[in-house]
């Protein structure tokens, strides 16, 4: 079931001395605050709506007031904070794409019969994601390359991916 929550950020700190916070941006796109007035934060899997005004964007930041945050000792109590949208309001993606928190859980199946079991993490470190699967190979890397992955069916639960390409570019635990 796809979740109804999507994170877009993480305050990191207090921003002056007037209840500015300094966000992190958890999206490919930190234009898409632009015009955001409210989000969601998340505690004991209870989401409550937070009331936010966007003041400026920066190279890697977001900067933004929170509505009864007015002084730093206020803000600093939102350090580490995590930022939610509802589905409804996500931005639009292309067909090729999908939300991270989305691929959580799908099952890897090899064109070739190869069950990889299921995808545990998804990391970030430069140029493309890589999909962590756990299951019966052990722990698998595979990078996310439009000639490994065939299709992602999120209603299934599944990826499917090209078995000799695969082969030639992912990971395999050695235990």
Do not use: W
């Not at 001395?17 to 505690?43: A, H, I, Q, S």
């Amino acid at each position: 079931m796809l979740s109804q929550y999507l994170m877009i950020g993480e305050i990191t700190k207090p921003q002056g001395v007037r209840g500015e916070v300094k966000v992190r941006p958890c999206t490919c796109d930190p234009e898409r605050f632009k015009g955001l007035e409210n989000v969601y934060t998340e505690k004991d899997g209870v989401y409550a709506p937070l009331k936010i005004t966007v003041n400026r964007l920066g190279a890697d930041a977001v900067f933004m007031n929170v509505e009864g945050v007015t002084d730093r000792d206020m803000a600093e109590k939102l350090r580490g904070t995590l930022l939610y949208i509802d589905r409804a309001h996500a931005v639009e993606l292309d067909g090729d794409t999908n939300f991270i928190t989305d691929l959580y859980g799908l099952r890897g199946v090899v064109d070739d019969g190869r069950d990889l079991g299921k995808i545990t993490d998804v990391m970030q470190p430069g140029g493309n994601d890589v999909y962590v699967f756990k299951g019966p190979l052990g722990e698998v890397l595979v990078p996310a390359l439009k000639s490994v992955v065939l299709a992602v069916d999120l209603q299934a639960g599944e990826m499917r991916l090209n078995g000799k390409r695969l082969d030639e570019v992912a990971v395999f635990d050695e235990d």
